[in-house]
T-cell receptor
Framework: NAGVTQTPKFQVLKTGQSMTLQCAQD?????MYWYRQDPGMGLRLIYY???????DKGEVPNGYNVSRLNKREFSLRLESAAPSQTSVYFC??????????????FGSGTQLSVL | AQSVAQPEDQVNVAEGNPLTVKCTYS??????LFWYVQYPNRGLQFLLK??????LVKGSYGFEAEFNKSQTSFHLKKPSALVSDSALYFC?????????????FGAGTRLAVHP
């Protein structure tokens, strides 16, 4: 059982380049989330998808877009990368959503550097 | 607004000694509190949660946490630390209401257990 799988694990971009971070879960979860982790700041929610076909902004959505491709997959796109987007990105999922106080299942992260 | 504070960046403990990782929160109404752990190069893993009921909550790997409403705290504890407990620990809170479906994470506390 793979759980939550993120690709790639590492990426280096130049300012202005675009890229898509991929996330897939095999646990039949309805809700999926994208967080970024920065030193001294904990995790901050970028976007989330409560169910297939819906997406909503989190705390720090500027500069990002998301697509809930199907129930399994939730991608995060940086259209024009900026150095401020250098971070570790985590995808997470849960069956019904944070509002039900379920635990989140996290992927192993993508370390992104923007030069 | 909801918030959570972890006042210590790092906690150092000798193996076999008890450990405490501190967390305080601010939320209107009843809080829903969580602890997650992050091992090197891994995503976060759920440890335990407090929703209601007994103030002492037991979780994975021998950890427990004590909810104290008067002190607005939810400290993580373990009676006897192991070197393998060395990791980054995050406290998180979800209030009973909010603008959207999310957890607020603390900045994290690095636990170092020395042989």
């Amino acid at each position: 059982n793979a759980g939550v799988t993120q690709t790639p694990k590492f990426q280096v971009l130049k300012t202005g380049q675009s890229m898509t971070l991929q996330c897939a879960q095999d646990m039949n979860h309805n809700s999926m989330y994208w967080y970024r982790q920065d030193p001294g700041m904990g995790l901050r929610l970028i976007y989330y998808s409560a169910s297939e076909g819906t997406t909503d902004k989190g705390e720090v959505p500027n500069g990002y877009n998301v697509s809930r491709l199907n129930k399994r997959e939730f991608s995060l796109r940086l259209e024009s990368a900026a150095p401020s987007q250098t971070s570790v990105y985590f995808c997470a999922s849960t069956t019904k959503g944070i509002a039900t106080n379920e635990k989140l299942f996290f992927g192993s992260g993508t370390q992104l550097s923007v030069l | 607004a909801q918030s959570v504070a972890q006042p210590e960046d790092q906690v150092n403990v000798a193996e076999g000694n008890p450990l405490t990782v501190k967390c305080t929160y601010s939320v209107s109404g009843n809080p829903y509190l969580f602890w997650y752990v992050q091992y090197p190069n891994r995503g976060l893993q759920f440890l335990l949660k407090y929703i209601t009921g007994d103030n002492l909550v037991k979780g994975s790997y021998g950890f427990e946490a004590e909810f104290n409403k008067s002190q607005t705290s939810f400290h993580l504890k373990k009676p006897s630390a192991l070197v393998s407990d060395s990791a980054l620990y995050f406290c998180a809170v979800r209030g009973p209401s909010g603008g959207y479906n999310k957890l607020i994470f603390g900045a994290g506390t690095r636990l170092a257990v020395h042989p």
